[in-house]
């Protein structure tokens, strides 16, 4: 049985290409926009992970990013048919497979457990003309209305090595409120690495305004540079 409760109805969103030749949501409201990870990957500062790539070889590089997505897909799908069908998947034989479910039992015994309500799970959210985007879960964490997101990662992370999950976080609570006339204000990661070790990143509301009024100048700084 589902864990989902349906406060809201999500509507899910079509990805397009403009006649430019960019990848874009087609959002209720406005023109074809830019997703929140492109907007924040095109407006980010890149020199550490082109020191990384440039350390470790771009084709060991790419080896350990196209690994650590697969284990995050697969984390991922585990949470997502738990909070679809109410019952905790089973691993398959698959090495990979085994340690993904490893890490989703981490964030389910960790974060799981305080989540008191889910609204929805892979929910598309938009601002119109502006961006759109999809997050892991919307519901109630501890008793209040929140953004969450599953995260894997191979080495736990700094808390200054993370601002963009902050803004992220942000942007998903501000598409919500304008959608669906919520008040949204604070937002979560459950972050695994690979050797089970959980981590979590927070948004809270005495914090809200300031990650947003970064992530509006982060969507400026994008479109001014893309178009």
């Not at 990957?41 to 771009?58: F, N, P, Q, V, Y």
């Amino acid at each position: 049985m589902s864990l989902i409760i349906e406060k809201y109805k999500y509507e899910k969103l079509k990805r397009v290409e403009t006649a430019d030749g960019k990848r874009r949501y087609a959002a209720p409201g406005g023109p074809p926009v830019a997703s929140v990870t492109t907007i924040l990957s095109g407006t980010k500062d890149m020199t550490h992970l082109i020191a990384w790539k440039k350390r470790m070889g771009e084709k060991k590089a790419q080896e350990i990013v196209t690994e650590a997505a697969g284990v995050g897909t697969r984390m991922h799908k585990y949470l997502e048919d738990y909070i679809e069908f109410g019952e905790w998947p089973t691993p398959g034989s698959n090495p990979y497979a085994i340690q993904a479910h490893g890490m989703a039992e981490v964030i389910r015994d960790k974060a799981m457990c305080d989540v008191d309500e889910i609204w929805g799970s892979e929910v598309p959210l938009y601002v119109p003309g502006i961006f759109a985007g999809t997050t892991d879960l919307v519901g109630q964490y501890k008793g209040q209305p929140c953004i969450m997101d599953f995260k894997q990662t191979n080495k736990p992370k700094k808390l200054e090595w993370v601002e963009d999950y902050f803004l992220q976080l942000t942007a998903y609570a501000l598409g919500h409120n304008e959608v669906h006339g919520t008040d949204i204000r604070e937002g979560h990661i459950f972050m695994c690495s690979r050797a089970g070790e959980y981590q979590q990143f927070d948004v809270w509301p005495d914090e809200f305004d300031a990650w947003a009024q970064e992530w509006w100048n982060r969507c400026e700084q994008y479109y001014e540079k893309h178009g």
